[in-house]
């Protein structure tokens, strides 16, 4: 159900879009049920979307960048539907991709039919949400709470609800709370999970951790720090306003020796013991939608990343196997938080997609589902992963955790359709049912080189 | 069912305790890898009391590859086989088949033998307990249908999709075959009776996807070998969908000779088509000229008269017909070539 909205929501925020007609349908069947995954609500939407943009590029003869770029949103701006858009780097991916895919030069020129294979470019953008920005929970909550807990030894440990499930989260959360008071990374410890001693968090989904609970991080820290400020003005007889933080220092003006970090602790915690501060994030109401348009809470966020793809595929005629050869990939993540973790997980976003364009199937046989194990259910392994290029695009969101938005979710979308428009640019057909397996586009040559022979015979050849 | 059912583990030390306790156990599986029938234990589809662990008999484990002769044992791993230098040497055909079989993981436990007789395939048999039993099951299991072909009046098509059994026939190999009565020698591909005739009844010479292989009462493959054949190229290929962990869509084994200008000799062998791995017929009346278009034309005739792919896996039957053709023309082609 709130695939079918956001499918239809989201589609003013990633271009500038004054007239939509959107038409959601819920069907009931008796396949399993089915839940949210990575890219929720952009993935088809967005394929066909950018699927019709490329073939209509080429009916027109226009160039699918160029398209793209006559329809770019003016941002910072609210959508037709009250959409808050606040960061837009999809302009520097499309440069990004286009350029380092050698796009203009190569276009065209790539090998057609030797030795029976057929080289083809593709490309299309993709978006997505840092979480959602009207909070699931009516209760009046923050969107996140982080607590940190401060000690006799110095030592620093964020507490969070919020789940690493393999996204890097965890690191996230440690780096921004080190980067707030100046310290190493090696003095923040984390707990995540244990909801015996961990704030409930929201939960690891619409890749709201780092911009939501990131935020709440700098804010705990934030706290953290003023209590060591005061801390310190008092043991160096100063106001709190002269104290300058250097992390492992604390001191009154240039000349003043000071203190250091922990002696600071051990001043900070001389009444009170152990110390734990709070720290809140929430969501600004401009990005809840307003009353002009009905529905503009759905899809709603605090930043939305941006994503454009090239990709670069050989086509087997004769065997009808697909080979992805290359992958150019930009992603606006805002500010990268941590390279590794945003090239990473823009990795995994485009192998992701390319399990869903090219392998993985939920194939029914009288309501038995006959892929439901990992042999059949094709997941791509290693050796099915082109390399991957990725371009980081840093459009420093006003409200992001030190401007970053999110980086796992937003590049899965655009694969597939750049996929689909790379095989229609080798071979000339364009798949609408995915995944493109070899039978399928084995199926496809061979109906047209039968309706091809058809017409030759009716025009009097062979 | 539970999740992997009681068995008794036996594990002989040579290859006489292991007749001696195949022959006391009737109903006893052996195992070497277990990457197929571990699998189909925690499916549901078989249960044996008791496995024999055949990874402790030295007998079995050896690879002699001379430039005259290969001698496998059924017990040698497939990662063996598919690093072994003088195999890849002399018999690359049979280095490339193992070499393309599932992934890293499987080729490190999986065995010769197991991969040799590999259980034959389908969508309506390879599943769970649950699922087969919604489905009604089938001829292969307790069923009296195939789901496959609903007329086929008894005859299952599950699908052979072993990779090293095409590499093998196209090298005349032989296998030892060791039971009760002792050990006998026979062409490897006479072990394969998979021939799905609806015309015919289904007997020890002649069976279906469910009686595949010629092994009497007791009896496992000990060993494979074949003759090294002066001037022979070889080669195999396969399509697959995911190119890790997954069994051939359509595998195709080509091993042929060139004398001067001409074909003197073409040996064609497919897996992952029909209840068992064919080796093309009639391929002599294509030799003794050039590789031309003609002998290309005929070659495709053969394969689209004696391959069978029915619907046993996601992938069409008729796809993995046509691919069949084309991946042996373009082996034919380059071994040709080369």
């Known amino acids: 159900m709130v695939t079918i909205l956001y499918a239809g929501s989201m589609l003013y925020a990633i271009y500038d879009l004054n007239n939509v007609k959107y038409l959601g349908k819920r069907v009931l069947t008796n396949t399993p049920p089915c839940g949210a995954f990575r890219g929720h609500g952009t993935v088809d939407i967005r394929f066909a979307f950018e699927s019709l943009l490329d073939e209509m590029a080429r009916a027109l003869g226009l160039d699918p960048f160029a398209v793209r770029r006559a329809n770019l949103l003016n941002a910072p701006t609210f959508t037709q539907n009250d959409l808050m858009v606040n960061s837009y780097g999809l302009p520097e991916c499309l440069d990004w991709v286009e350029r380092e895919s050698g796009w203009h030069a190569r276009l065209g020129k790539l090998p057609k039919g030797k030795g029976g294979v057929s080289k083809g470019l593709g490309m299309a953008c993709s978006h997505y949400i840092s979480g959602a920005s009207k909070p699931v929970n009516w209760t009046g909550e923050p969107h996140a709470t982080v607590k940190i807990k401060l000690d006799f030894d110095g030592s620093i440990v964020v507490l969070s609800g919020a789940a690493d499930i393999g996204q890097g989260s965890t690191t996230i959360l440690a780096q921004s709370v080190a980067e707030v008071l100046g310290l190493d990374l090696a003095r923040v410890r984390v707990v995540t999970g244990d909801s015996e001693v961990v704030p409930k968090d929201n939960g690891s989904y619409s890749s709201r951790v780092t911009f939501m609970v990131g935020n709440a991080a700098i804010d705990a820290a934030q706290n953290l720090k003023a209590v060591l400020i005061a801390a310190a003005a008092r043991k160096l007889e100063a106001k709190p306003g002269e104290i300058e933080c250097l992390g492992e220092l604390y001191r009154a003006g240039a000349q003043d020796k000071g203190l250091t970090f922990n002696e600071v602790v051990t001043e900070a915690l001389k009444d009170t013991g152990t110390i734990t501060v709070t720290g809140n994030y929430s969501t600004i109401p401009e990005s809840h939608g307003g009353k002009k348009y009905r529905g503009s809470a759905i899809g709603g966020t605090m930043g939305y990343s941006y994503s454009a793809q090239v990709v670069e595929v050989s086509v087997d005629e004769e065997t009808g196997v697909v080979t992805v050869d290359k992958v150019w990939v930009a992603h606006d993540c805002g500010k990268a938080l941590n390279r590794l973790t945003v090239e990473g997980q823009v990795q995994g976003s485009v192998w992701m997609g390319m399990g869903q364009a090219m392998s993985e199937e939920a194939a029914y046989h009288e309501g038995l589902m006959l892929t439901a194990n990992m042999l059949d259910y094709r997941v791509p392994t290693i050796q099915d992963s082109p390399p991957i290029e990725v371009g980081i695009v840093e459009s420093i969101d006003p409200h992001g955790p030190f401007g970053a938005k999110e980086a796992g979710e937003g590049s899965l979308a655009a694969f597939l359709p750049a996929l689909t428009n790379a095989i229609a640019d080798a071979v000339g057909l364009r798949f609408n049912d995915l995944p493109v397996t070899p039978d399928r586009v084995f199926a496809a040559l061979e109906k047209r080189a039968r309706i091809k022979g058809n017409g030759a015979k009716q025009n009097g050849g062979p | ?338």
Request: glycine share 10%; with cysteine.
């Open chain 2, 1 to 338: 069912m539970d999740a992997l059912p009681q068995f008794d583990l036996v594990r002989p030390r040579t290859l006489g305790e292991l007749v001696a306790a195949r022959a006391a156990h009737d109903d006893s599986r052996l195992i070497g890898g277990g990457t197929d029938l571990m699998v189909n234990i925690r499916r549901g589809i078989v249960a044996p009391p008791v496995l024999i662990d055949i990874n402790g008999v030295a007998e079995l484990r050896g690879i002699k590859a001379g430039a005259q002769e290969l001698e496998i044992g059924a017990a040698a791993t497939l990662t063996e086989v598919a690093a072994h230098p003088d195999v890849a040497k002399h018999y690359p055909v049979v280095a490339q088949a193992a070499a393309h079989i599932a992934g890293p993981t499987h080729r490190n436990m999986g065995t010769v033998g197991g991969n040799l007789a590999l259980d034959t395939r389908c969508i309506f048999y390879n599943q769970s307990e649950w699922w087969r039993d919604a489905n009604h099951h089938c001829l292969k299991t307790t069923g009296d249908i195939c789901h496959v072909a609903p007329k086929s009046r008894g005859v299952c098509f599950a699908t052979f999709s072993g990779d090293l059994a095409p590499a093998l026939l196209t090298l005349d190999a032989e296998i030892d075959v060791v039971g009760p009565s002792g050990r006998r020698t026979m062409p490897l591909s006479d072990l394969y009776i998979g021939y799905a005739r609806q015309d015919e009844p289904v007997t020890e010479t002649r069976g279906d996807g469910k009686y595949f292989l010629a092994l009497r009462a007791g009896e496992f493959i000990a060993a494979v070998r074949t003759k090294n054949t002066i001037g022979l190229r070889s080669a195999y290929d396969k399509i697959r969908i995911r190119r890790s962990i997954e069994y051939p869509v359509t595998g195709v084994a080509v091993a042929l000779r060139r004398d001067g200008d001409k074909l003197a000799d073409l040996r064609v062998a497919f897996t992952g088509t029909n209840p068992r791995p064919v080796r093309l017929a009639g391929t002599a009346a294509l030799c003794g000229g050039a590789l031309d278009d003609g002998v290309l034309a005929g070659l495709d005739a053969l394969v689209r008269d004696q391959i069978m792919a029915m619907k046993t896996t996601f992938t069409p039957g008729h796809y993995r017909r046509r691919v069949a053709g084309v991946l042996a023309r373009r082996l034919v082609q380059r071994l040709f070539a080369d």
